[in-house]
Nanobody, 121 residues
Framework: QVQMVESGGGLVQAGGSLRLSCAAS????????MGWYRQAPGKQRDLVAS???????NYADSVKGRFTISRDNAKNMVYLQMNSLKPEDTAVYYC???????????????WGQGTQVTVSS
């Protein structure tokens, strides 16, 4: 199996910053894209940012210019630096990765347990 462990959520005032981290562990041959989704109460889970294995990022329009995604392939980790936070960024943030557990195996998406980010106005 593959485990995804997140850290770094919390409560912050509007305009503040937080950094989320997520580590993948277990039987991993390779990881394709990694990233973050978020889900606010009563809303669907939406993609916030993703990053390919060679480091190309992709962002939701709502976070462009404020959030930065990065990854450390040697450690199987993905990060989300969140600056200029707004109350509408409040949500549970979930990391994910697409993992190939064995050579020639199919890629499977694994999820973290979620971490709460609350931005007060």
């Amino acid at each position: 199996q593959v485990q995804m462990v997140e850290s770094g959520g919390g409560l912050v005032q509007a305009g503040g910053s937080l950094r989320l981290s997520c580590a993948a562990s277990g039987r991993i041959f390779s990881i394709a894209d990694m990233g973050w989704y978020r889900q606010a109460p009563g809303k669907q889970r939406d993609l916030v940012a993703s990053i390919t294995s060679d480091g190309s990022p992709n962002y939701a329009d709502s976070v462009k210019g404020r959030f930065t995604i990065s990854r450390d392939n040697a450690k199987n980790m993905v990060y989300l630096q969140m600056n200029s936070l707004k109350p509408e960024d409040t949500a549970v943030y979930y990391c994910y990765c697409n993992v190939q557990r064995f050579q020639l195996a199919a890629y499977v998406k694994y999820w973290g347990q979620g971490t709460q980010v609350t931005v007060s106005s």
